[in-house]
């Protein structure tokens, strides 16, 4: 007979208990699996009244009558001349000498309430499901090696209880498998406030905005130092942006201070500032890099997330679009004049991936070939222009004339070009 039970514990969230009858000496026990659920003193007081059953039943007698009674069958409860206590008829039989009884002893008084430990449960909480939450972002390159498209999905909820959701591509109008997002969440929110346009140029140690972002969600505040390290990085639309300070307002609303604008090549994104609503995505290792191996990137590119709890797919177009292959645009523009009354230009040149600023530079990676269109008028569609092989541009006096009788009043302008994407264009002057 089994000297304990096994059983689900309703004290300890269902998990499967076990208690031994009292008196049970220690080692290896049967244990009888009840597959019901009990509480620790209930299943301890059943284990204890089946070790008694157990230990009464091994006495046991046989009684022979003559009398043949029909009250008395197979389970009553009988008691014996010369012998205490009940004993339960477990067989009779009749032949000619009469009716022959199998009897087997009942303990004589049961097991009453028992107390009993369930022991302790790391019980976790169970935690609501919610809708997801997409963006998808490209970042800038992390090394001047970086040549292919670095394409992020930033998935989160404001319930803590979600547990993760597909991600696909959209392909000529079809969705295509793209990786799969689960916990810990991505930190994504939008903007409470407009944030201004700025140069880009040095921290900002007075500029703040207010996010908004799930309730559960932490933000930290780090040292200025540690932003040359790539510490707190947020893509607020198409501008990477660095804070220093984040203070908790309320659940989920955030102010940050201490900005470092323009990051990572998109000092242009900054130039024109964010409206209030703007998408705020913190770039943390949750993003979820986004396989291309089965879709071609285009500059409209929308991903799709489908979660649990999620009736429709989730759309987000993509952020910062050809920002991991669109080179950066040139800087430090000079402009000197010619003998003959013409000017030049010279520029310095950008390599992407190239953020940090170490204490022995070492050559950089990145491609060494340059090219740069010379553009007039409107970047998207210029209507002139011509290619140069090196960081400088000679416009003699004759040309420089000949350009402002066609092209008078138009902008003459300066990118990079020979990647997968021109850069930003640069003004060089009106003409």
């Known amino acids: 007979m089994p000297a304990g039970i096994r059983y689900f514990d309703l004290d300890r969230d269902y998990q ?26 209930d299943a301890r007081l059943l284990a204890s009244r089946l070790a008694q059953r157990a230990s009464a039943g091994s006495a046991s007698a046989t009684w022979r009558t003559a009398e043949l009674n029909p009250d008395i069958v197979p389970g009553s409860i009988v008691r014996m001349p ?35 430990d369930p022991g302790e449960a790391l ?11 997409l963006a998808a972002v490209e970042l800038p390159p992390a090394s001047p090696s970086e040549a292919t498209r670095q394409i992020h999905a930033a998935v989160s909820s404001d319930a803590v209880g979600w547990t993760g959701a597909a991600l696909y591509g959209e392909q000529d109008g079809n969705l295509v498998p793209a990786g799969h997002a689960q916990r810990p969440r991505s930190t994504v929110g939008r903007l409470l406030g407009a944030l201004p346009p700025s140069p880009a140029l040095l921290l900002e140690r007075g500029a703040e905005i207010e996010v908004a972002i799930p309730a559960d969600l932490p933000l930290g ?29 309320d659940a989920g609303h955030w102010r940050l201070r201490g900005l470092l604008r323009g990051r990572g090549g998109t000092e242009r ?14 770039l943390d290792d949750t993003l979820v890099p986004i396989d291309l191996s089965r879709m071609a990137p285009a500059s409209d590119m929308t991903l799709a997330a489908i979660g649990l709890l999620d ?51 070492a050559a950089q990676v990145g491609n060494t070939a340059q090219q740069y269109q010379i553009g007039i008028g409107p ?17 003699p006096a004759p040309m420089l004339a000949q350009l402002r009788g066609q092209y008078a009043g138009q902008t003459l302008w300066l990118r990079e070009v020979g990647g997968a994407a021109p850069s930003d264009p640069v003004q060089l002057m009106i003409l």
């Open 123 to 133: 019980q976790q909480p169970d935690l609501i499901g919610g809708s997801t939450i």
């Open 16 to 41: 499967i208990g076990t208690q031994l009858g009292a008196g049970s000496a220690p080692g290896r026990h049967a244990l009888l699996d009840f597959p019901g659920v009990l509480r620790a003193g």
């Open 311 to 361: 009736d429709e797919p989730v759309m987000a177009k993509l952020a910062n679009v050809q920002g991991s292959v669109r080179p950066l645009s040139p800087v430090h523009l000079r402009r000197r004049s010619l003998a003959d009354g013409g000017c030049a230009f010279s520029w310095t040149r950008r390599i992407s991936g190239a953020w940090d600023w170490p204490d022995m530079p």
């Open 221 to 249: 505040s780090v040292a200025a130092e540690a932003l040359a390290a790539g510490a707190n990085r947020a893509l607020i639309g198409d501008e990477v942006v660095q804070f220093v300070e984040a203070v908790r307002l």
């Open 269 to 282: 994104a900054a130039g024109k500032g964010h409206d209030a609503g703007s998408l705020f995505v913190l």
């Open 379 to 395: 970047a998207a569609a210029p209507v002139s222009g011509w290619l140069v092989e090196t960081a400088q541009v000679e416009l």
């Open 82 to 116: 010369g012998r205490t206590g009940p004993w339960r008829v477990e067989s009779w039989e009749l032949d000619a000498h009469g009716v022959a009884m199998e009897l087997s002893q009942i303990p004589a008084a049961l097991a009453r309430e028992m107390a009993a």
